[in-house]
């Protein structure tokens, strides 16, 4: 079913806490980027040894399929997480010859972020995981269209984020929400419901309703 939706948030970490997930998010994305150019070499190397006409038949825009976010490439029948823009990028770079000719994949066109860089945007399917070293933030922003929280989430990125919060040792005063939205919740505000949902909740900091639920509860009883 159709949904229009989108998502955004943020979680707050210490210095240690930020330095930890912002350096798992860069290798990860590192090692993404070669493991992209490693299978765009190996299809090359396929495409190679296949007649002038027949290449670019066997990569088509059904070649690389937009299916729960995977690339699955007809000709290799290989199957492995992609985002739509990086597929396009992969279809370009092979076929940036003279007239569409085949081309070797160039190790820099899959370039990677330098041990310098601590703080960055990762793509996901339809938004941005953002590093902010000056706040020490992981921001979270997804676009609105159909379904896209749920393929943003699907995302390659997205899913070694939540796999790493999942496991993460949160610190005090670590923590943060990721909101949503969507055509169903903001109906709901017409009949006095709050539109927006809480989607994620990560560590130990509180929203500031929980925050002053928690002072009120923490004072003293008032002596008769």
């Keep these: 079913m159709s949904t229009s939706e989108h998502s955004y948030g943020s979680i707050s970490f210490t210095k240690s806490g930020y330095s930890q997930i912002m350096r798992h998010l860069r290798e ?20 190679s040894k296949v007649s002038g006409k027949e290449k670019r038949a066997l990569v088509t825009d059904n070649a690389f399929t937009y299916d729960s976010f995977s690339w699955s490439c007809a000709f290799t029948q ?7 823009d990086e597929a396009q990028a992969i279809k370009t770079e092979l076929f940036r010859g003279t007239n ?17 860089r601590n703080d960055f945007s990762l793509a996901i399917a339809v938004g941005t995981i953002n590093l902010y070293a000056k706040s020490n933030t992981l921001g979270w922003h997804v676009e609105e269209n159909n379904r896209a929280v749920f393929g943003s989430e699907m995302s390659p990125m997205a899913c070694i984020l939540f796999s790493y919060l999942k496991r993460y040792t949160w610190k005090r005063g670590e923590g943060g929400i ?45 002596k008769r």
């Design 178 to 222: 990721f909101f949503y939205q969507s055509e169903h919740t903001l109906m709901g505000a017409r009949d006095g419901f709050d539109p927006t949902e809480e989607r994620h909740r990560f560590g130990n900091k509180m929203n500031k309703y929980e925050k002053r639920e928690h002072e009120r509860t923490q004072r003293p009883a008032r």
């Design 28 to 47: 990860a994305f590192n090692s993404h980027q070669d493991n992209l150019y490693e299978r765009t070499l190996a299809l090359y190397t396929r495409l």
């Design 100 to 116: 569409g000719a085949l081309c070797k994949p160039r190790k820099k066109a899959f370039a990677k972020l330098t041990n310098k």
């Design 78 to 84: 290989d199957k492995y997480a992609l985002l739509e």
